[in-house]
């Protein structure tokens, strides 16, 4: 007596079809929301996910600028770069980020859930983020994200 098996499906690259996601960051905690995308990036929401193939999907953020952060995180969290320069050494806090640059506080905060190789760098240049409520997406029709 045989039992009949199933055979496991991979997905290879460029068989994957990506579709599109919207999501609205108004009033959204911030690292809440991002572990949301980063999983849609990876494709673990997906049956056909593969951890060497690059099975996610396509996230666009509009409203960065009206996320929510909780606790003192505004003044305490910081980001440094680094000028290449002699004493280049820069910190800018969450709040300075927020006025000048609010997409990149949502791209660092996904880029730091993806993985840290080559695909988590593919990964990332499927998310889009828009300071308004305006996106240049609208042909490629994608559905809000819940």
Do not use: C
Not at 87 to 105: R, W, Y
Not at 111 to 138: F, I, N, T
Request: hydrophobic content about 35%; glycine content about 6%; charged content about 25%.
């Amino acid at each position: 007596m045989q039992a009949t098996q199933q055979k496991t499906t991979l997905a290879r690259t460029g068989q994957v079809k990506s579709t599109w996601y919207l999501v609205d960051a108004s009033d959204q905690t911030l690292g809440r929301m991002a572990a949301k995308i980063a999983v849609i990036l990876m494709g673990k929401h997906r049956s056909d996910y593969t951890p060497h193939v690059d099975t996610g999907d396509f996230v666009v953020v509009t409203n960065a600028q009206k996320i929510k952060l909780s606790g003192k995180k505004p003044v305490t969290k910081t980001y440094d770069y680094y000028t290449y320069y002699t004493g280049g050494h820069k910190i800018i806090t969450l709040a300075e980020m927020m006025k000048k640059k609010p997409e990149k506080v949502i791209m660092e905060a996904v880029r730091r859930m993806l993985p840290k190789s080559k695909l988590g760098g593919h990964m990332l240049k499927k998310l889009k983020v828009y300071r308004g409520s305006e996106h240049p997406h609208a042909a490629q029709q994608p559905k809000p994200l819940v």
